[in-house]
C-alpha cells in the first residue's frame, strides 16, 4: 500500500508548479490520512503529525497558493484513474452521479441559498437554508464488491462563478451532472502551471 501511495503522490507532481508547493501537498495529504478526528482541517492535520503551531499559517497558505489549480488536479486525478479502472460494462467506464441538500445555519456562509425541501414528512418545514451539492464518482469493483470513487462534488447554487464549469452552471441540476461527466468522458484535461 505505501508503494502505491508513493507513486499516486509522486503522479501529482505535475500539478504543482513549485517544489516546495509540492512538499505541502504530501504533507497535507499523509495528516489527512493520518488524522484519528475530523474536528478541523489544518488543526487535524497539525495535531495528526504533531507539528509545531508555527506551521499552521504554512499550511494555511497552501490553499491559497497560485502555485495549483483545482481543474489542474481533477485532470491529474482522473488520468489516473482512467489508467486503473477496470471495471467497465460494453467497454465503458460506469459513473454515479447525485445531489444533496445540506442545511446550514451560518447567516454569512458563502453560497447558502433558500432551498425547497423533497422530503414527504410533514414534521419538516418545507423550506430551509442550506448547500445544494452535486457529486460524481466513477465504480470500480474490488474481488466481489462495488466501490464508488469520488471524482467531482460541487456547490450547484449560489455560486458567482464556477471556473471551468460557468457555461453549465445555468443548465437544470441533474443535467448539470451529467454534462460534468461528459467533460470527464471526453478527454481529461492537461494541468496548468
Not at 44 to 72: C, K, N, P, Q, T
Request: aromatic share 14%; glycine share 6%.
Amino acid at each position: 500500500m505505501l508503494g502505491d501511495l508513493e507513486r499516486f503522490l509522486k503522479f501529482m507532481r505535475p500539478v504543482f508548479s513549485r517544489a516546495v508547493t509540492y512538499q505541502w501537498f504530501v504533507i497535507i495529504f499523509v495528516g489527512l490520512l493520518m488524522r484519528g478526528d475530523s474536528l478541523g482541517g489544518v488543526s487535524s492535520i497539525v495535531r495528526a503529525l504533531m507539528l509545531d503551531g508555527f506551521y499552521y499559517d504554512h499550511l494555511r497558505r497552501f490553499f491559497y497558493s497560485s502555485a495549483w489549480s483545482v481543474e489542474g488536479m481533477i485532470a491529474v486525478w482522473w488520468k489516473w484513474l482512467v489508467e486503473r479502472i477496470s471495471f467497465r460494462v460494453n467497454g465503458r467506464m460506469v459513473f454515479v452521479a447525485d445531489h444533496t441538500k445540506v442545511p446550514k445555519d451560518g447567516r454569512k456562509m458563502p453560497s447558502v441559498t433558500t432551498l425547497h425541501q423533497d422530503s414527504e414528512t410533514a414534521a419538516k418545514p418545507s423550506y430551509f437554508r442550506g448547500h445544494h451539492w452535486g457529486c460524481l464518482s466513477v465504480v470500480e469493483k474490488l474481488k466481489d464488491k462495488f466501490v464508488s470513487i469520488p471524482l467531482w462534488a460541487n456547490i450547484q447554487e449560489g455560486l458567482s462563478s464556477q471556473t471551468n464549469f460557468d457555461n453549465i452552471r445555468y443548465l437544470p441540476k441533474t443535467t448539470q451532472v451529467v454534462e460534468i461527466s461528459c467533460s470527464f468522458i471526453a478527454s481529461p484535461k492537461e494541468t496548468k502551471r
